[in-house]
């Protein structure tokens, strides 16, 4: 089985939020691939589902954890140890501050970077488990950085929003395959604009003579 934790806080205030793009992320997972609906257990939202990749179908089970950010953790180990989920098998999507925005790169083991959520997950699980980065971007000014993460999306980010969470279910069968760098090439592939090649020079007519 997959553990697919999104990080976020519930409630309609939050949910447009910077901090709440790893609910967001797993929402878009569990509706392009018909997970089952939402009910609460282990303090959660829990989806289950199956992700399909080369490899075959693998059972996932996707955690929205409802404790707020600062407690995820209590959610993560609960539904763990119930389901017997070892610790590479556990994804946690969350945003990123120090990486650019749009931008995903997964990791396994680490630290924190100052995320409550991660530190809340590390505190009741440890720490070997996978990080599923999404770029937020940082406003610049760590004065700014508070309200930057609990900030809603503006208008101008949805154009590169939007893009990133269709890519990222759209590439979630790697993480099933456990092939991290097969989901970040996907997603780059789907988010990048590629560029057009060049055109053909147009023949030139042999020496001496001319087109008729």
């Known amino acids: 089985m997959l553990l697919l934790v999104g990080l976020g806080n519930p409630g309609e205030t939050y949910q447009n939020h910077r901090h709440n793009i790893g609910f967001m992320a797993v929402d878009a997972i569990a509706g392009a691939h018909g997970f089952a609906p939402a009910r609460l257990r282990f303090r959660a939202h829990v989806r289950e589902g199956v992700l399909k990749g080369k490899l075959g179908g693998v059972k996932t089970l996707i955690l929205k954890p409802m404790t707020f950010m600062n407690e995820s953790g209590m959610a993560v180990q609960e539904a763990a140890a119930f389901h017997k989920v070892p610790l590479d ?6 945003d990123e501050l120090d990486l650019a925005a749009g931008k995903v790169r997964v990791k396994r083991d680490g630290g924190n970077a100052g995320h409550n ?7 009741h699980v440890g720490n070997e488990f ?11 000014e760590k004065e700014r950085v508070t309200g930057h993460v609990l900030g809603n999306f503006t208008k101008s980010e ?40 060049k055109p053909k020079p147009k023949d030139s007519a042999p020496l001496g003579k001319t087109e008729e």
Do not use: C
């Not at 959520?117 to 505190?123: C, D, H, N, T």
């Open 158 to 197: 949805r154009t590169w929003l939007e893009p990133l969470l269709n890519a990222v279910a759209d590439a979630a069968p790697y993480l099933a395959d456990g092939d991290d760098g097969g989901f970040m090439n996907r997603v780059t592939v789907l988010t990048v604009p590629q560029k057009a090649p």
């Open 89 to 94: 098998r556990i994804f946690v999507v969350y």
């Open 117 to 123: 959520g991660l530190r809340s997950i590390s505190s």
């Open 130 to 140: 996978w990080r599923v980065r999404l770029g937020i971007g940082h406003p610049g």
